[in-house]
């Protein structure tokens, strides 16, 4: 039991966005549960927005608030950068997508597997989801083994395969070292379920003798390097040396999801690290801000999908992978990332976790600030958090009062309370972050 309400929060957010109200109300006769996208939701409802300006967000009540979101980590340059617009407006001009190759496409994965040690070769695919999927794919038909290995409470998208103990129930997930694989979905078939096994975020240990004891079977261990669902916790570099060193030459290959930790810099936290996997997946800021997934890896392994000479392993298909809006979006970004802005954004950030760290602990309050590079995570707990594990047991009620209290002051970060710097956020924007956390602490404290 909570001590907190966010009451009074919920009346002021649905006073000042009456709207938004409306448009929910009538979304949810048209749309199964009012939208198409789970991360979009939050109660009492959504905001809908009319348009964004860098760093801004204005919604159809007139209302602006900073975006520290940016769509779920993919907008790197923040909203309607001036150079990504422009490639859009030609591309469109032009068509916007054939049934045929581009230059753009050659061109953004010479980009990418120029800057990124694991890709040797690399395929677009239109969400991270699909990238997921592919990459699993690829290392089932490469390895003709069909297990994966996942950590729990790691997050890869929506496939079937990754619905598994990302928000899990602990009452039915066995213990800290020998966890067991728990459906986060409806419609995942216990066949799906018998083919992952789980292993837990930054145990070396128990990684090792669970990947060992069900290597022959086991075609990938998948795993986020930063884990976000949690606030953004990074794995320790003995975790990640052992992921490799237990898939070394036992035929299991290591896939890195960077969808997100690509914006850490040039090459992905594995260039960060140099703990480099053997496949990864990509998305979010590769495409600017349109719709985009890919996966890449070595070439030997990639070349399941080589039609060349003779049937492909996995023939792999989609109307719109690599289409020239997206393409041209994703190179109008990536061209603008100099190591100054990965190196300042990643800084902004450091510096911000460490600002609201510190005034949590001034005002004595439970609360706590987790995060890596430019992503942060606002915890309802002093704990420290280290795995799904230890990110549990957190006073929801608290949280949703936080998410809306920030809301209500203009800021809008992600309805787990995370969130991540752009290159648009500037120090006033950092300001403003700081004075509304310091309103929330003292409110509760
Ligand atoms: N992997 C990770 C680590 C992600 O954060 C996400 C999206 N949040 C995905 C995969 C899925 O990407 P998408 O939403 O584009 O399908």
């Not at 957010?13 to 991360?39: C, D, H, I, K």
């Not at 004595?364 to 594990?389: E, H, K, M, N």
Request: aromatic share 8%.
């Amino acid at each position: 039991m909570s001590t907190y309400s966010y009451a009074s929060e919920t009346v002021a957010y649905e006073q000042a966005n009456p709207r938004s109200a409306a448009r929910f109300a009538e979304a949810q006769q048209v749309l199964a549960g009012g939208n198409s996208r789970l991360t979009a939701y939050f109660k009492p409802f959504p905001f809908y927005v009319e348009r964004a300006e860098a760093c801004e967000l204005i919604d159809i009540d007139g209302n602006r608030r900073l975006d520290f979101y940016n769509n779920a980590t993919s907008l790197i340059l923040g909203h309607a950068n001036p150079q990504v617009a422009a490639a859009l407006m030609a591309q469109a001009e032009k068509g916007t997508a054939y049934a045929n190759p581009t230059e753009s496409e050659v061109a953004l994965a010479t980009l990418l597997t120029g800057q990124i040690p694991s890709v040797q070769r690399v395929r677009f695919t239109n969400s991270g989801t699909e990238g997921v999927a592919l990459a699993i794919q690829a290392a089932r038909a490469y390895t003709g083994k069909s297990k994966i290995a996942k950590t729990e409470g790691g997050y890869h998208g929506t496939s079937d395969t990754v619905s598994i103990s990302v928000a899990t129930d602990l009452s039915r997930a066995g213990t800290a070292d020998a966890p067991q694989p728990v459906p986060s979905s409806g419609g995942v078939t216990a066949r799906t379920l018998a083919d992952v096994v789980i292993i837990p975020f930054n145990d070396s240990e128990t990684a090792r003798r669970v990947i060992t004891e069900h290597r022959d079977e086991l075609a990938a261990v998948v795993v986020e390097p930063v884990m976000a669902g949690i606030g953004y916790v990074q794995a320790d570099t003995a975790f990640l040396e052992t992921l490799r060193e237990v898939c070394d030459g036992q035929n299991v290959l290591l896939i890195y999801d960077e969808v997100q930790t690509l914006r850490m810099g040039p090459g992905g936290l594995q260039a960060t690290v140099d703990i480099i996997p053997d496949m990864t997946c990509l998305g979010k800021i590769i495409g600017g801000g349109m719709a985009v997934g890919g996966f890449g890896g070595r070439a030997d392994i990639m070349s399941v999908f080589d039609a060349r000479e003779h049937a492909p392993l996995i023939p792999h298909g989609g109307t719109f992978n690599g289409n020239p809006m997206t393409m041209q979006a994703g190179l109008a970004t990536m061209r603008q990332l100099s190591q100054e802005v990965y190196d300042r954004i990643n800084e902004y950030g450091t510096t911000l976790r460490h600002q609201l760290d510190e005034m949590a602990r001034h005002y004595d309050v439970p609360l706590s600030v987790t995060g890596t590079a430019s992503f942060f995570g606002l915890q309802c707990t002093d704990q420290p958090i280290r795995d799904y594990r230890s990110a549990q047991g957190q006073d929801r009620v608290l949280q949703q009062k936080l998410f809306l209290h920030f809301l209500n002051n203009g800021i809008y970060i992600s309805n787990k309370n995370t969130g991540n710097i752009s290159a648009v956020t500037g120090r006033e924007e950092m300001a403003r972050f700081v004075e509304v956390w310091e309103s929330f602490l003292v409110k509760i404290r």
